[in-house]
């Protein structure tokens, strides 16, 4: 009986390595749409003049 609740260890883990890889291959292969879609989602976030370095406060950094 040990060696059935091994081999129900192994094929779950087997089957999640699967869906794993399922996972990752249907990112990859969408992977242009998908950035399109963040690219369009950050468009409408950032109506305007949203640049990469508003998070910084100039006032910490040039501090004298």
Known sequence: MKSSSTWRFVLKIVGLSL???GLICLVVGFWDKLA????AVK???CKGGCSEFDDYDD???WSE
């Not at 399109?36 to 690219?39: D, G, K, L, T, Y």
């Open 59 to 61: 006032d910490l950094l």
């Open 36 to 39: 399109e879609q963040a690219v």
């Open 43 to 45: 468009g409408k976030l």
């Open 19 to 21: 869906a794993a890889a």
